[in-house]
């Protein structure tokens, strides 16, 4: 792989992007891994990662692996994967017995050999066209941490009321109390610099679905730079989520991390004084 394929990575922050917190060259050969967190989705799970490799394969230009990472399926999925790894030589299974998208997260990328680590929902409800303007930004070194985001000017999204109200109400909640400046936690479309992510996933304390949160928090309080990817989104009705039980813990995973910040800096008024952190945000297009 030659340095001219980065060549071919769009990158709308370089003009004026700040440098990650700790300015590297890019690898010359940069390998990227994208995660696919999976339980019980065996019949979204070939289609998927088929239509994920032939993307990877065909627009991205860099050496890349895809993971199926799963936890505790009682159906045919773990099955299933074995065979996508047996087809393409691309794809590795990840399997873990305890059930919790965070820790199946942590555990693929505390393993992972790769530049830059990413994830993605198996329902692929974010358009992949988003992939290149997710990634370019970390194989250019621009940027620590990318998100994608469906609460930004330039996204476009198709999900039903109830949703889109909590998601909303959440992240409002997020920048009130933990005065956090991404726009959208939980989008499951996500990538890192893979050296950025060791020291953050030593302090992620949840394993469930407020890792990504936790992991975004203690990014910009480590002053990451966050980049931000307006991306389509096509809301799957098919979801593992227990909306009710989620949203508590969600609370209760914001109330832990406001009370660590007062035992942090007790003469503190509010997270936003005790914020440590100033993260550049900057966003583009898919
Ligand atoms: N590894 C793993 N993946 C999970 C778990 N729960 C959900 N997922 C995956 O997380 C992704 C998002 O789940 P989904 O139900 O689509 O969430 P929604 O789009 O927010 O309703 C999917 O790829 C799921 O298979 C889990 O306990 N372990
Ligand atoms: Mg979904």
Redesign the pocket.
């Known amino acids: 792989m030659s340095s001219t394929d980065l060549m071919r990575w769009p990158d709308p922050t370089a003009p004026a992007s700040p440098m990650p917190s700790e300015a590297r060259a890019a690898p010359a050969s940069p390998l990227v891994e994208i995660v696919?967190?999976?339980?019980?989705?065996e019949h979204v799970l070939a289609g998927s990662v088929q239509t994920l490799h032939r993307f990877m394969r065909e627009r991205l230009g860099v050496p890349f692996q895809i993971t199926i990472?799963?936890?505790?399926s009682t159906d045919d999925t773990l099955a299933r994967a074995r065979a996508l790894a047996g087809e393409l030589e691309e794809v590795r299974v990840l399997h873990?017995a305890r059930?919790?998208?965070g820790?199946?997260l942590r555990q693929s990328w505390l393993h992972s050999e790769a530049d830059v680590v990413a994830y993605m929902?198996?329902?692929l409800?974010t358009d992949l066209t988003a992939l290149p303007a997710l990634l370019g930004p970390l194989l250019a070194g621009h940027a620590d941490v990318a998100i994608g985001t469906r609460l930004a000017p330039g996204a476009e999204v198709a999900r039903g009321v109830k949703r889109e109200l909590i998601s909303r109400s959440y992240n409002i909640l997020l920048r009130v109390l933990l005065d956090v400046s991404f726009s959208d936690a939980?989008c499951?479309f996500k990538a890192a610099r893979r050296e950025v992510l060791g020291p953050l996933l030593a302090q992620v304390q949840d394993d469930g679905w407020f890792f990504d949160t936790e992991l975004l928090y203690l990014a910009q309080r480590s002053k990451l730079s966050i980049h931000e990817v307006p991306v389509r989104w096509r809301?799957?009705p098919?979801?593992?989520?227990a909306i009710a039980r989620t949203a508590l813990e969600d609370l209760r995973g914001v109330r832990r991390l406001r009370r660590a910040n007062r035992r942090l800096r007790p003469g503190a008024a509010s997270p936003g004084a005790l914020s440590t952190a100033a993260t550049v945000r900057t966003r583009s297009c898919p």
């Open positions: 696919l967190p999976v339980y019980n989705e990472a799963d936890n505790a873990l059930k919790g998208r820790g199946a929902d198996v329902d409800s939980q499951g809301d799957d098919d979801s593992r989520v």
